[in-house]
Every structure is written in C-alpha cells, then in structure tokens.
C-alpha cells in the first residue's frame, strides 16, 4: 500500500465514524426518525472489501450501509440529508438510512428485508456474465442473514451459474440479540459454503490490511473465472443492534476486549509503524474530517424537504 | 377494570393462555432474551424458561412452518413474526400449508395456531417495514384475521386465538401499543368473528378496524362538535368478516364510510362496500366513500409519509361528503 492510499482509507474509515457519532447526536435530536443502524467497529470491514474493487464491480449490501456508502464515494453530505429526509439525499429523503443508493457508483444500495438482497446480487452477476462485462458483484449481509432460505438459494445459484459473486458474511457475532451460536448449527459461517462446493475463507475484520489483501486476491480469482467465493469477515459492532436498543444480551466487558482492537486504532498504528504517515498528517486528516462533517450536517440542515409531489413520483417509470 | 396498556394487554393473554396450557409456546425472533422487539414477551424467557420461549434464526418460512409441523401434532405454537412484513418471506407457508391442510385434507389435520405480526405505518420505517397488508392475509379461506383495536379486544381475541382450532393471523398495530383502555379484570375471551359498535351514532356508518378505530374515534369527536353523530363499527376480525352489526347501523343511517390504514386497491373498504351494495342496496341513501392510504409505497420522510396516510382530517372530510 502506498502513503496516498492509506491516508485515503483511513481518511474514509474516520469519515465513517464521524457521520455516525453525528448521526446517532441527530437521532437523539428527533431529526433521524425510524431505524438508524450504526456501522461503528465495522469500518475496516467495508473499507478495506471496497478499497479492492475495480469500478465496474457492482456493490450491495444490508440497512447497515452507511459505511458501505461511504466507501463507495457516495458524499456524506447527501448521506446526512437523506436520514434527515431531505430531497438532497440520495434517495431525495424517500429511503431514509437503511435504503442509500448510487448506482451510478455501482452501488445497488442497501436492503433493508434480512437476505433479501442475496438473489439480487447473483442477478447483478448474471447480468455482468450475461453481457460478458467483467464486473464482479460483491455482496455483504451479516451472519444472522446465513440463516433464511434466501442465502441458500442464492449461493446455491450462483455456484451452478457458475456468477462471479463475491459473498461477504460481515460476522459481527450477533444478528440482532441473538449470538451466531444460538441460531447457527455452525460456528463458522464460511462453513455454509463447504455445502455448495464453494470456495471459502475468513479474515480479521478489525485489520484493513488483511481484509483489503484478502478481497483483492478473491476478486482478481472470480474475475479469472473461479467461480464464486465466499469471504468471511470477522466483527463486531461497538453500538446497539439499532437506536434505543437495550443490550440485555451481552455484556459490557466483551464489547471493551473489542474495542481494545478498534480497526480504526489498528490501521493508524500499521500506518505509521510502517512509515507510511506521521502523527501530524494523520491528525491533519482528523480535523480534514472533521471539518467535512460540519460542512455536511449544515448542508442537510438547511436542505428543503421534498415537495408534496415527491410522494407520488417514481411509484412506475411510466405513468 | 383496569386501564392498561395494548402491550400490557397482549402481554397478559399469552401469559395467561401458557400458565393455563402447557401445550402454548412461543416461538419467533428476539422473543427470549431480548424480551421481545416490542416488549411484548419482556419476562417469559425467565418465567417459562427457553423450551417455551424459543428464540429462532432469522428464518420466517421455518418459524411458520415449525409452528404448522409442531401444532399438527397438538401444541398450541403462538409464532411471532416481528413485523407483518416479514410473513411475505413466510408466505407460502401462511397461504398454501395453514390454510388449506385442514381443506385439502378433508379435516385429517388440525392447526391450533397462532401468528402474532405488528403491522402498520406512521413511524418512519420505509416502504418495506410500514406495511398494512391486512387485505392480503384476509384473502384466503381457510385462515382466520384478526386485528383488534382496543386493549380489551386484543386481550379477549388472542386468548380466543390460541384457544381456536383454526390458524389465527392477530395483527397487532406497532403505533397502538401504548394505548390504554379498560380490560376487565378476570377470565376474558373475545369470540373471533364478531364486529362490534364502538360508538353509537344516527348520521353516518363508519366502519373501521385497528389503528384507523383510534382515528376515527378522534374524528368522530370533531364531528360531534359540529353536531354530526357517526356510529363506528369496529370489525375486529376480517375473516370471518361479521357483517351484521355494519347492516343494521346502515339500516339507520343509510350513509357509510369505510376506514382503513392499507390501500384502497382490493382492499377492506372494497370489500365492505361491496358487500353493503350486495346485501343492503335499498338502504344506501349516499355514493359510499372509502378512506384509505395513497397508493404509494410508504416513503421514509416524515412529511410525506403522514400525507400518505389516512387520519381524522381525511375522515371528517369523508363523512361531510356523504351527508
Ligand atoms: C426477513 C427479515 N426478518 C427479520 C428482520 C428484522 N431484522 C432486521 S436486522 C436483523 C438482524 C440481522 O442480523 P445480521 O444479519 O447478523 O446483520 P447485522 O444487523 O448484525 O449487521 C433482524 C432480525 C428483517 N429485517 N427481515
Ligand atoms: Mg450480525
């Protein structure tokens, strides 16, 4: 990794944090209504999967897509306003946090039906294959999404189509309240894709680095024709399932052993052990951040509601 | 009497129903340790321990297909899917297992079962999470609906429900749970399949079900006011739909309006009219009128989400048209 691009991911990674602290303050303020799913702990996840894509790789995940978005050069602006509802978010304030999209940065959005979006992932394959493009589509859920039909089938497809799909399992430990060992009949969710006959693996997701090696070298593997492949991705979410949730299923210490290895602390320390940055540029990036979001929050402030006409526009492409 | 709360209400019957019956069982997502998304079985996992209170992997076809299995062979499964939403990814299994074994199976098979769902719109969630999709459920033969609107009538209905040999869909509205109402203390069961006159009036019928009783209930304040009486006609269950109570009010008022939270398309209020036109046409002295949710998938901004959906303004707008 060049100096640029880790003061790039890591630009990206506190960028995320940023929005989301901003955006759980917002949340409290009665501005963010309905669900606000936070991404903090993952950041290393999303960024360093997205970092190793080429553009023509298609992305789509779950409502926890903030960070995603983020990655995927959607602005944190446009971010902002479409969770306070604003006709400038990306979703003209139609979608709200758990539905972000830009497909003209191949970003297919976030779902917000559990597995839901997995069949539309090897269909987003199958079109890249169908039209001999040579786009991968990475798709990423959470374990808990392991455990409905929609995986299965969708894995099952993809493997028979032969889709160049890279599966993601963000396994941050819990699907709601429920730990992956009280709904998985196995511990490991790379597991699943023995069954299909699918290539597998499994990363720390605290460390950039080694997710951003891991997805490169998968990526370049399904782009040859490998097939699909299964990335599991180990995790953890330092907030609550979503706003207001009250955390009777785990205790505090174990959230703390994982924020002993917080991937935004990690990455800092690879970057300067490594002499890739110094203290002053990485703090230099802090306060870039910083500024970004106060610019942000004062664009979706004052941004307009959407018209009255919204509510009607977009229900068919033709009337 | 006491004046609970809805939550309190449903809370109490399944409490109720499993102290009374050990064949009753919850099974669904979150209903255990975290004590229910909306706090619904907040206690049970402790109480009843988790062989009754059974946490599920996200896996809606297998928790109603599970219920179906395990009430065939004669437990009483209460399945809770944590929005109705949900049950589309269990739809084949509400609409081609439970309604139609008992049928197809000339009564071989029995299903004394029960899906809990919260439905409705008003908070925010987006187009897939804000759903009122009652009129679909109610579509088949061979499933019971129901969707209470008061306290007392979610409490007596569901102990009805899971005493009930039939599958019962209960539909629980996420915006009622803190309503309160008067619960008579004791023993309280609610037959399924009776409409009921919540408010009595000479002007106008409405007829109305779930959360649109609350807001009928406040229009029909502003109309009284304005010295116009409407009788409400809670339906409470939409299969078996008990039309008698909304014939009768007719008979006195010959104007109806029909609310409801989902669209008008196909829907309840569809339903109900045609059944009025069917089996009292002579009485219709006014073209009836339907209030319902625009039809647009629910959109997440506030604003627009609450012009989407019907409320007391729309109602009082309606009943003023048809006098
Ligand atoms: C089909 C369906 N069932 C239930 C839900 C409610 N729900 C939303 S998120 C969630 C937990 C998902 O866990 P996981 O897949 O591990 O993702 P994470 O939230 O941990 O990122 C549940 C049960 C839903 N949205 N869709
Ligand atoms: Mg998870």
Redesign the pocket.
Known sequence: MDKQTGLKLYHEMVLIRRTEEKAAELYQQGKIGGFL?LYIGQEAVSTGLISARLPQDRVIT???DHGVAINCGLPAKEILAEMLGKVTGVSRGKGGSMHLADVSKNFWGGH?????HLPLAAGLALGDLYQKQDGVTICM?????TN?GYFHEALNLSKVWNLPVLWVC?N?Q???GTAVDRASAVSQIRQKAEGYGMTNSRVDGMNLVAVREAAQKILSEIRNGSGPQLLEITTY?YRG?SMGDPERYRKPEEIHLWQEQDPIGIFRRHLLDNGLAVEAELNAEDDAVEEEIREAVIFAESSPEPQAEELFRDIYVEA | MAKITMREAISQALWEEMERDPKVFILG??VGLWGGTYAVTKGFFDHFGAERVRDTP?A?AAIVGAAIGAALTGLRPVAEL??IN?AF?AMDHIVNEAAKLHYMFAGQMVLPMVIRAVGGGGRQLGAT?SQTPDAVFAHFPGLKVVAPGTPADAKGLLKAAIRSNDPVLFIEHATLYQTRGEVPDGELIVPIGKSKIQRLGRDVTLVTYSKMLEVSMKAAEQLAAEGIEVEIVDLRSLRPLDMDPVLESLKKTNRAVIVEEGWKSYGVGAEIASRIYEEAFDFVDAPIKRVAQAEVPLPYNRTLEQMALPNAADVVKAVKEVL
Do not use: L, P, Q
């Open positions: 799913h779950a409502y926890r917000a039906i559990v597995g839901a859920f959470g374990d808990g999404a409905i963000e941050n819990y699907g709601m979410r399932h | 997502e979150e996200i809606e944590m929005t949900f990814s999470h």
